[in-house]
């Protein structure tokens, strides 16, 4: 059986942990040459990339803080390098603080809007000059909350992702004919970054409720879905944003 992916070469950002790392091993899974984006988890990186090679697959670990325009382009002329142009990109990369609208000062909202927003398109911008005739494709990663306001002290995070899918919808019309571009919108993911935040079991209550299926997602929910978006089985589709959460709206 062939693989969806066989000989792509993908870039997927911030995927040294969570949801990016899992969304690398199954594009290495199904054959794609795999760069592993990190700004400071190099230990971590490294690991998936042993995890990825061990399975038979091809991936290298890549630092670059996608804040940063020199560092984004380094990060593509490595790629080009090691494994030649890239195919897909997944923006990953991003950050989530949480902070009351009388704490929000201008570190709170740039931290957030510089890594979420503009570092996506940083990546973009450097993704379609390696896009070429052959086209390409771009996978966003968002958030059920750019759709239904996260709760009291995610203001700001809720607005990143709203931009994302609202770029999502442009640029899958400015780059007609050059990129698919699509998001992906998870619901509440058991990553290490949400062992970090340590939710209280009645806000765990309360997003299991509004879930039709019951539970919290799992990376590789979302990695699944990426790889559809990556895939030809999504051909037909470019400025969408699938919902991948459990039926859940917060």
């Not at 062939?2 to 969570?18: D, E, I, M, N």
């Not at 990546?123 to 239904?148: C, D, L, M, P, W």
């Not at 607005?159 to 442009?170: D, F, S």
Request: aromatic content about 6%; glycine content about 10%.
């Amino acid at each position: 059986m062939s693989k969806k992916l066989q000989a792509k070469v993908a870039v997927v950002t911030g995927a040294s942990k969570g949801i990016g790392a899992q969304i690398a091993r199954r594009f290495a899974c199904e054959g794609a040459r795999v760069v592993v984006n990190y700004s400071r988890s190099k230990d971590e990186a490294g690991k998936v990339v042993a995890d990825i090679r061990a399975d038979g697959g091809e991936a290298v670990a890549v630092k670059a803080d996608m804040r940063n325009r020199a560092e984004v382009a380094g990060l593509f002329r490595e790629t080009a390098k090691t494994f030649g142009p890239v195919d897909v990109l997944v923006n990953n990369a991003g950050i989530y603080n949480l902070a009351p609208l009388e704490n929000i000062d201008e570190k709170h909202f740039r931290d957030q809007f510089d890594l979420n927003v503009l570092g996506l398109i940083y990546a973009t911008q450097e993704a379609v000059k390696q896009f070429g005739e052959r086209g390409g494709n771009v996978i966003n990663i968002s958030s059920v909350v750019g759709h239904t306001p996260a709760s009291p002290g995610g203001l700001v995070y809720s607005a990143t992702k709203a931009a994302v899918e609202n770029i999502t919808r442009g640029l899958a019309f400015e780059l007609s004919g050059k990129a698919r571009v699509n998001a992906i919108a998870p619901g509440m993911v058991e990553t290490e970054g949400l062992k970090q935040m340590n939710p209280d079991e009645s806000f765990k209550g309360y997003v299991l409720s509004r879930s039709a299926v019951k539970r919290l997602g799992q990376p590789d929910d979302i990695a699944k879905a990426a790889v559809y978006l990556a895939s030809d089985d999504s051909s037909w589709m470019s400025g969408e944003t699938l919902m991948v959460g459990g039926g859940a709206r917060l």
